[in-house]
């Protein structure tokens, strides 16, 4: 049974740091990239992040660039989402989400484009 358990949400000030973390199970953590997309109340789940089964090329949403930074350790089946320089605007609960490697690049930015979901967490930035 695949399962993903995220962590590492809370409550920071504006201008703070937030890591959260992603482990997977179940699965065979190399044939799939990795994906944190967000959902703040009255909107839909938008795409944050993703990175591909080897690690070496990332994707960022252009509210977060420079700013929040994917990776991952596949020799521990984990994904990582360092968040920096936290507004506001960035208060919503946090899924990572995982997607066979091999599928089509243009579905990554969707979450239909994902065959696994995390439960979220919550992550809320006071200004």
């Known amino acids: 049974q695949v399962q993903l358990a995220e962590s590492g949400g809370g409550l920071v000030q504006a201008g703070g740091s937030l890591r959260l973390s992603c482990a997977a199970s179940g699965v065979t953590f190399s044939n799939y990239a990795m994906g944190w997309f967000r959902q703040a109340p009255g909107k839909e789940r938008e795409f944050v992040v993703a990175i591909r089964w080897s690690g070496d090329t990332t994707y960022e949403a252009d509210a977060v660039k420079g700013r929040f930074t994917i990776s991952r350790d596949n020799a521990k089946n984990t994904v990582y989402l360092q968040m920096n320089s936290l507004k506001p605007e960035d208060t919503a609960v946090y899924y990572c989400?995982?997607?066979?490697?091999?599928?089509?690049?243009?579905?990554?930015?969707?979450?239909?484009?994902?065959?696994?979901w995390g439960q979220g967490t919550q992550v809320t930035v006071s200004s």
């Open positions: 989400a995982a997607r066979l490697r091999w599928r089509a690049y243009g579905t990554m930015w969707s979450p239909d484009g994902y065959e696994y």
